[in-house]
């Protein structure tokens, strides 16, 4: 499974971005996408995820701001951010999880790409 991931950019806080993410390969019907993002010295944390029904998840310092979708029929996903902070500034990942036999798992990881929100 292959992801990319663009969309990045620098932006004045209180701005937007939109993130997209395309994925080519193995994908199995029954999977979820998500985005995740590492800033300098912190862990790589999730910032939303949506399964292949619909289904949504988000980090609680995003939610009313970020948007995730997808597209099914492209193996697309998207993240619309808005009212953008410093604190949002970070290395966004794609990722997208495949659901395999007996309840297991299999990540997949893009190359990130690098918000920057100036104050």
């Known amino acids: 499974v292959q992801l990319q991931a663009s969309g990045g950019g620098l932006v004045q806080a209180g701005g937007s971005l939109r993130l997209s993410c395309a994925a080519s390969g193995s994908i199995f019907s029954i999977n979820a996408m998500g985005w995740y993002r590492q800033a300098p010295g912190k862990e790589r944390e999730l910032v939303a995820s949506?399964?292949?029904?619909?289904?949504?998840n988000y980090a609680d310092s995003v939610k009313g701001r970020f948007t995730i979708s997808r597209d099914n029929a492209k193996n697309m996903a998207y993240l619309l951010m808005n009212t953008l902070k410093p604190e949002d500034t970070a290395v966004y990942y794609c990722?997208?999880?495949?659901?395999?036999?007996?309840?297991?798992?299999?990540?997949?990881w893009g190359k990130g790409t690098q918000v920057t929100v100036s104050s």
């Open positions: 949506i399964t292949s029904g619909g289904s949504t």
């Open positions: 990722n997208i999880r495949n659901l395999l036999l007996y309840g297991s798992t299999m990540d997949y």
